[in-house]
């Protein structure tokens, strides 16, 4: 066997070219193609050594820094609110999902936190590409695409960032945590003073001295300067790389270092690919198959779940947030830098990252079909679409456009909404201490009772009561709040602030049963207790949500009868209303 020095290097690019020519013909997506020339590579090459991590660790870094230079304040402005919050609010479900999973696995918290980031991402590159080759690019909704690919990029770097820091501590405790927001803030500050007052002057001036080799030379000197300064912060050097590309952006000549950029960073990207595959266990590939299946798909429905929902919420009609839904379906290049910075602080084992491997493989197989079948898949959703979920869309793109709406200028909010506003973040930190004080009384109180040899159940229960109080104080308050938020001057602002409601109090069931699980389980070592609560939590949960539909009563009239003359062929029935308004 080779070991990876001229000859091993030669070889495995010799066998990326055959594997990429034969996708290619294939018509399968090149990424495909390189990590199977990594996995092939892997048979007849000792390890992975620090001259294959170099390189790969280069392409992720040119990889960060030209999707920076995607992202300018121009390009963020043009993106607008909306797109962003459907963003965040798409990753908000993504990623329990993803915890959730991977507790139903059996792995530790930290395994959690780092898959369900894995499982939140898409793949910019796989996406874009794949559109391309669709000829989807030239749709109406691809703008939408593009945006909430910028997006989860900006907020992928965030994600990156606390990961990389969080690794290196066995434990968060609060001095860790102020460290870490403090190492942030420091680290954010001197990189905003860079990108806004240094690197676009340096730029600007080294681009008038007419050299494409200087350019090209003191944009990696840049990119690479302010990765490492990261580094040294303890954060993941994608972080650095970022920032110096959107600083880049704001100069006057992106697209000529765009353009020089662009090759290199793909040379050093494939080989990053191909390293993804040396790392995969093939011993672990035929068993881990069948649930790779299974998980790929959960990531297609939940990805084309979570991103119609934002989206659908923020605005946007059913059809066009359906098929950008459709579009984010594929996992990709970060989630395999989440995947082994979990192997490299030893969160994740080879067989978790290899099934994340395997997951996106998946993932980008599926991803052509459904971007050709996104029509027909449309017309399934629409002709099959529940009132129920579609009443909440409903009602939480009525709470955003009101929100929004207030917040274009926040010294002009009427009374009622700068006092929601106020209640609801008042509220916020009420619910965020009574988690945070939950974990430390639970720690304190199980330490006491165990040096003064004392039953702590009568104090766990006294703790459950109180909390249960303050929590139903709380509620009561938002929810007057978002009555008069809305109002009931018309049958839509009953209906929007009769569901609001609803969702405030399973939210605060939620966080209830958060309380009472962690105290519970620190009683009893026994689960069935903590099932059971589950289950019945659950149960009111649906009960609760479903009441809120059948307590409406809607009729929508207006909508209805728009004519008070109309002939009776014209009326419209409940279902066609709401899926009426939802296309809107």
Same mark, same amino acid.
Request: charged share 15%; glycine share 8%.
């Given at each position: 066997m ?33 990590i ?31 999707m ?5 304040l ?16 798409e ?34 590159t ?8 669709c ?8 703008d939408?695409? +593009? &945006?909430? %690919?910028? *997006? ?5 770097? /965030?994600?990156? $960032?606390?990961? =990389?820091?969080a ?11 102020f460290?870490l927001v ?24 080294i ?24 580094k ?14 959107v ?8 697209e ?16 990053f690919?191909?390293?993804i ?5 093939t ?11 299974? +998980? &790929?798909? %959960?990531? *297609? ?5 979570? /991103?119609?929902? $934002?989206?659908? =919420? ?10 950008v ?16 910075l979990g ?20 993932t ?30 409903l ?29 609801f ?14 974990k ?5 109180v ?21 909390v ?17 938020f ?7 602002s ?85 899926l009426?308004m939802?296309?809107r």
């Amino acid at each position: 066997m080779q070991s990876l020095g001229y000859e091993g290097i030669a070889i495995l690019f010799a066998v990326a070219a055959l594997i990429s020519v034969l996708f290619k013909k294939l018509r399968q997506p090149l990424i495909l193609g390189y990590i199977v020339a990594g996995v092939l590579s892997a048979s007849f090459l000792i390890s992975v050594t620090n001259v294959m991590a170099l390189i790969s660790d280069l392409g992720i870094t040119l990889l960060a820094f030209t999707m920076g230079m995607e992202l300018s304040l121009k390009v963020l402005k043009e993106i607008g609110k909306k797109v962003i919050m459907a963003g965040i609010i798409e990753l908000l479900l993504m990623m329990p999902a993803g915890y959730l999973i991977s507790i139903a696995m059996g792995w530790s918290p930290s395994a959690a936190v780092f898959f369900a980031a894995a499982f939140a991402l898409t793949s910019t590159t796989v996406v874009t590409k794949t559109m391309r080759d669709c000829r989807e690019t030239i749709k109406s909704y691809a703008d939408l695409v +593009l &945006g909430l %690919l910028i *997006v989860e990029d900006l907020l992928t770097v /965030v994600i990156l $960032g606390v990961l =990389s820091s969080a690794g290196t501590h066995t434990s968060i405790g609060v001095l860790q945590f102020f460290e870490l927001v403090g190492g942030m803030a420091f680290f954010g500050v001197v990189s905003m003073l860079l990108a806004i007052s240094v690197i676009p002057k340096v730029i600007n001036h080294i681009v008038s001295l007419g050299s494409d080799e200087i350019i090209v030379i003191t944009s990696l000197g840049l990119c690479f300067a302010l990765a490492l300064f990261a580094k040294e912060l303890g954060f993941s050097f994608v972080i650095g790389a970022f920032i110096v590309g959107v600083a880049v952006a704001e100069s006057d000549h992106k697209e000529r270092i765009y353009s020089k950029m662009v090759p290199v960073r793909d040379i050093f990207l494939a080989v990053f690919f191909v390293s993804i595959g040396t790392l995969i266990q093939t011993s672990y590939l035929i068993r881990l198959i069948p649930l790779a299946i299974l +998980l &790929g798909v %959960l990531f *297609v429905v939940w990805k084309f779940i979570s /991103v119609t929902f $934002g989206f659908t =919420s923020m605005g946007y009609g059913l059809q066009n947030a359906s098929y950008v839904g459709i579009a984010a379906g594929a996992m990709g290049e970060f989630s395999f830098v989440i995947g082994r910075l979990g192997l490299q602080y030893g969160v994740f084992n080879q067989e978790i990252y290899t099934l994340i491997v395997l997951m996106s493989t998946v993932t980008i197989i599926i991803l052509p079909q459904s971007i050709k079948r996104n029509e027909g898949i449309y017309r399934a959703i629409r002709s099959r679409m529940p009132q129920g979920p579609a009443l909440y869309v409903l009602a939480l793109r009525s709470f955003f456009e009101r929100a929004l709406g207030q917040l274009r200028n926040p010294f002009r909010m009427d009374r009622s909404s700068r006092s929601m506003f106020i209640t609801f973040l008042l509220n916020l930190m009420v619910v965020m201490s009574v988690l945070l004080m939950t974990k430390f009384f639970v720690d304190y109180v199980t330490s006491a009772a165990m040096r003064a040899q004392a039953d702590s159940f009568l104090i766990y229960l006294g703790y459950i009561i109180i909390v249960a109080l303050i929590l139903f104080a709380s509620l009561n308050t938002l929810m007057e709040e978002v009555r008069v938020f809305f109002g009931d001057s018309d049958i839509k602002s009953r209906f929007v602030s009769t569901l609001f409601r609803r969702i405030l109090m399973a939210i605060y069931v939620v966080v209830g049963y958060i309380v009472v699980a962690t105290a519970i389980s620190s009683l009893f070592y026994v689960q069935p207790v903590i099932a059971v609560i589950s289950v019945v939590v659950s149960a009111l949960i649906i009960f609760l949500l479903w009441k809120g539909i059948s307590d409406l009563k809607i009729s929508l009239p207006a909508a209805r009868n728009r004519d008070a003359g109309s002939a009776p062929r014209n009326k419209m029935t409940d279902n066609e209303i709401i899926l009426d308004m939802l296309m809107r």
